[in-house]
């Protein structure tokens, strides 16, 4: 059993307190970079907690479709690009071409 908080819950924290926290008490110049971390944060909190689900998916899907027609391909590429847009990109992944 693993001790909580979590790592993804610690990374959220990390997010929370460079933006709700110390962004507003930042000089302008800086908050750019307070920012840019909290985003970094919860990418990676996003990685801890779907990254191992995805990549064994990505594995599934690419093991069973090496020998199969181009649209199976293309519907196997399309579900893993959009596991790695709900990780790096959230709200990118329902995108439907439109």
């Known amino acids: 059993m693993q001790n909580r908080p979590s790592a993804a819950e610690l990374l959220e ?3 929370e307190l460079l933006e709700g926290t110390l962004l507003p008490a930042l000089p302008p110049e800086l ?3 307070a ?3 909290a985003n970094l944060a919860r990418i990676l ?3 801890v907690e779907l990254g191992p689900a995805a990549a064994r ?3 599934e899907l690419l093991a069973a479709v090496r020998d199969g027609d181009e649209r199976a391909r ?3 590429l399309t579900e893993i690009v959009r596991a790695d847009l709900a990780i790096a990109k ?3 992944d329902g995108w ?3």
Do not use: I, T
Request: charged share 40%; hydrophobic share 20%.
């Open 13 to 15: 924290s990390l997010a």
């Open 31 to 33: 908050q750019h970079r």
């Open 35 to 37: 920012r840019v971390g």
């Open 45 to 47: 909190c996003r990685e």
């Open 57 to 59: 998916r990505e594995h």
């Open 74 to 76: 293309w519907e196997a």
């Open 90 to 92: 959230p709200g990118y």
């Open 96 to 98: 439907e071409g439109e």
